[in-house]
């Protein structure tokens, strides 16, 4: 027979791996239903990639990092199924919900940490801000909580590996996603904040010292992110991660559909959804703790880094809002600690958790049709999957074909070659030289194969060139769902 711990350390250890056993438990379902177009499009490109392209070159192009692409190499070696890239985003929700439970007991006790990690377990999951994808989010979000975990080890501990650990966990971070520097504030904060728990206060030089130390270890990564952008072909790696966006918003190119405002707009409500109540409850918990000026410092810190990455881009995805998930559940957790009646907590956290609850709840009784329409990516990755069956069939495996103008996960799952390398809408919106790019595409002798047509030429292309070229070499086949086939004329 197995005993029960005494220990109260031993108890929150436990409570705390049964937070992670309910976070995987929870996100388990979605291997199921499907991948993302981004999910699908980072597999195309690190599949291209294995095979011998060059990363940021037209044949795997890409404005992400090569942590992201290379994680995702890792995945297809694993298995070259959709679950593969679902269960990365599994076991990175019981990551996060380890190092949050971690975090909260070092800034504000055991009890605080189990629940921290048990609120995260259900809140991470945020269906309408796609906790459960694997985008580059969500990876950025566990290194950099990892790094901020390490870096309150180092200031518990003393320890001075933690902190290099702890760079190196924040640099990992910026390799995933552009906007994953939230890691590397909030180590910068700790290191700045002085004194290790139980010592005197560090002088100027120890302070100097230490944050030597932390950007050493996020050099690592860093720098061998660069050294490969080098060897790669600086001013391909460059443009391709900074330097397009840069100069699309000096030009006023952020998008010629969107304003940035009514992105944000269209975003933000389903993001509130899931993401409204612990926000309420941060704002609390902030407020109740504000004495607290460490606990202060670094949550503050944690949130305002990772709402500017969210900006950053421009687009408002609400898979963008992901990162700042983790500071708001530590803030709002401790929220729910400054109440002073135990039933008046126990509903705090319930309700914290409530509108994610009522949506998986509402899933187990739905119908397959309901569970498709509800589940983001599901309905549609199903019907990108019908029409990738389609295209193979009437292709052959060396044929380059072109989907205009963003379905990239369909590149991956029919496993055909792109003929251009823009595979996403944003950029052709963005880069000056891509609309001239995809003219000469469709103008030249060794033109695709076959065409998907979702979005209409003109749109695309205000001109009329690109569908005026598409009319003369290709013709109809097919229309299936939304998409219309085109296949060469000669």
Same mark, same amino acid.
């Given at each position: 027979?197995?005993?029960?711990?005494?220990?109260?350390?031993?108890?929150?250890?436990?409570?705390?791996?049964?937070?992670?056993?309910?976070?995987?438990?929870?996100?388990?379902?979605?291997?199921?239903?499907?991948?993302?177009?981004?999910?699908?499009?980072?597999?195309?490109?690190?599949?291209?990639?294995?095979?011998?392209?060059?990363?940021?070159?037209?044949?795997?192009?890409?404005?992400?990092?090569?942590?992201?692409?290379?994680?995702?190499?890792?995945?297809?070696?694993?298995?070259?199924?959709?679950?593969?890239?679902?269960?990365?985003?599994?076991?990175?929700?019981?990551?996060?919900?380890?190092?949050?439970?971690?975090?909260?007991?070092?800034?504000?006790?055991?009890?605080?940490?189990?629940?921290?990690?048990?609120?995260?377990?259900?809140?991470?999951?945020?269906?309408?801000?796609?906790?459960?994808?694997?985008?580059?989010?969500?990876?950025?979000?566990?290194?950099?909580?990892?790094?901020?975990?390490?870096?309150?080890?180092?200031?518990?501990?003393?320890?001075?590996?933690?902190?290099?650990?702890?760079?190196?966990?924040?640099?990992?971070?910026?390799?995933?996603?552009?906007?994953?520097?939230?890691?590397?504030?909030?180590?910068?904060?700790?290191?700045?904040?002085?004194?290790?728990?139980?010592?005197?206060? *560090?002088?100027?030089?120890? #302070?100097?010292?230490? $944050?030597? /130390?932390?950007? +050493?270890?996020?050099? %690592?990564? @860093?720098? &061998?992110?660069?050294?490969?952008?080098?060897?790669?072909?600086?001013?391909?790696?460059?443009?391709?991660?900074?330097?397009?966006?840069?100069?699309?918003?000096?030009?006023?190119?952020?998008?010629?559909?969107?304003?940035?405002?009514?992105?944000?707009?269209?975003?933000?409500?389903?993001?509130?959804?899931?993401?409204?109540?612990?926000?309420?409850?941060?704002?609390?918990?902030?407020?109740?703790?504000?004495?607290?000026?460490?606990?202060?410092?670094?949550?503050?810190?944690?949130?305002?880094?990772?709402?500017?990455?969210?900006?950053?881009?421009?687009?408002?995805?609400?898979?963008?809002?992901?990162?700042?998930?983790?500071?708001?559940?530590?803030?709002?957790?401790?929220?729910?600690?400054?109440? *002073?009646?135990?039933?008046? #907590?126990?509903?705090? $956290?319930? /309700?914290?958790? +409530?509108?994610?609850? %009522?949506? @998986?709840? &509402?899933?187990?009784?739905?119908?397959?049709?309901?569970?498709?329409?509800?589940?983001?990516?599901?309905?549609?990755?199903?019907?990108?999957?019908?029409?990738?069956?389609?295209?193979?069939?009437?292709?052959?495996?060396?044929?380059?074909?072109?989907?205009?103008?963003?379905?990239?996960?369909?590149?991956?799952?029919?496993?055909?070659?792109?003929?251009?390398?823009?595979?996403?809408?944003?950029?052709?919106?963005?880069?000056?030289?891509?609309?001239?790019?995809?003219?000469?595409?469709?103008?030249?002798?060794?033109?695709?194969?076959?065409?998907?047509?979702?979005?209409?030429?003109?749109?695309?292309?205000?001109?009329?060139?690109?569908?005026?070229?598409?009319?003369?070499?290709?013709?109809?086949?097919?229309?299936?769902?939304?998409?219309?086939?085109?296949?060469?004329?000669?």
């Amino acid at each position: 027979m197995f005993r029960r711990p005494s220990n109260p350390t031993a108890l929150a250890v436990a409570a705390i791996c049964g937070a992670a056993v309910v976070a995987a438990g929870l996100r388990l379902p979605f291997i199921w239903t499907g991948v993302s177009i981004d999910e699908g499009g980072f597999a195309y490109v690190a599949q291209q990639w294995a095979r011998g392209g060059r990363l940021y070159d037209d044949d795997a192009w890409i404005d992400r990092p090569q942590g992201l692409i290379l994680a995702y190499r890792m995945l297809l070696a694993i298995g070259d199924g959709q679950w593969t890239i679902r269960l990365a985003a599994v076991l990175s929700g019981v990551a996060l919900t380890v190092f949050i439970g971690l975090i909260g007991w070092l800034l504000l006790g055991r009890a605080c940490g189990v629940a921290a990690a048990a609120v995260y377990a259900v809140v991470g999951v945020a269906p309408h801000t796609e906790g459960f994808t694997f985008n580059g989010e969500l990876p950025a979000s566990v290194f950099a909580t990892a790094a901020v975990a390490a870096a309150l080890w180092w200031r518990r501990v003393g320890a001075i590996g933690w902190l290099f650990a702890a760079g190196v966990a924040a640099g990992g971070a910026l390799t995933m996603k552009q906007s994953g520097f939230d890691g590397l504030v909030v180590g910068l904060v700790v290191v700045v904040a002085g004194s290790v728990s139980g010592r005197h206060p *560090n002088s100027v030089v120890r #302070r100097l010292s230490n $944050a030597a /130390a932390f950007l +050493a270890g996020a050099a %690592v990564p @860093l720098g &061998a992110s660069a050294l490969h952008g080098a060897l790669t072909g600086w001013g391909r790696y460059w443009d391709a991660l900074f330097g397009y966006q840069i100069e699309a918003i000096l030009a006023g190119r952020v998008d010629k559909y969107q304003s940035r405002w009514d992105g944000f707009h269209d975003s933000i409500g389903l993001v509130a959804i899931d993401l409204g109540l612990p926000l309420l409850g941060a704002i609390f918990g902030l407020w109740a703790w504000r004495r607290r000026r460490f606990f202060l410092g670094v949550l503050v810190a944690w949130f305002l880094a990772a709402i500017v990455g969210v900006n950053l881009g421009g687009a408002y995805w609400p898979h963008y809002y992901i990162q700042a998930i983790p500071p708001l559940v530590l803030a709002s957790v401790a929220g729910v600690a400054a109440l *002073n009646r135990r039933l008046w #907590r126990a509903t705090a $956290a319930v /309700a914290l958790t +409530a509108p994610v609850l %009522v949506w @998986l709840v &509402a899933l187990i009784p739905a119908s397959a049709q309901d569970r498709q329409s509800t589940v983001p990516y599901y309905a549609r990755a199903l019907r990108d999957e019908r029409i990738a069956a389609a295209i193979e069939q009437r292709t052959r495996p060396g044929d380059r074909i072109y989907i205009l103008e963003a379905e990239a996960n369909i590149y991956w799952l029919a496993q055909r070659t792109a003929a251009y390398p823009y595979i996403w809408g944003k950029p052709i919106d963005k880069i000056p030289t891509a609309i001239p790019r995809l003219q000469d595409m469709f103008a030249a002798e060794d033109r695709p194969v076959l065409v998907g047509v979702q979005t209409p030429p003109d749109r695309v292309d205000d001109s009329g060139t690109v569908g005026r070229l598409l009319e003369m070499h290709y013709r109809p086949v097919q229309t299936l769902e939304g998409m219309t086939l085109y296949v060469r004329r000669d």
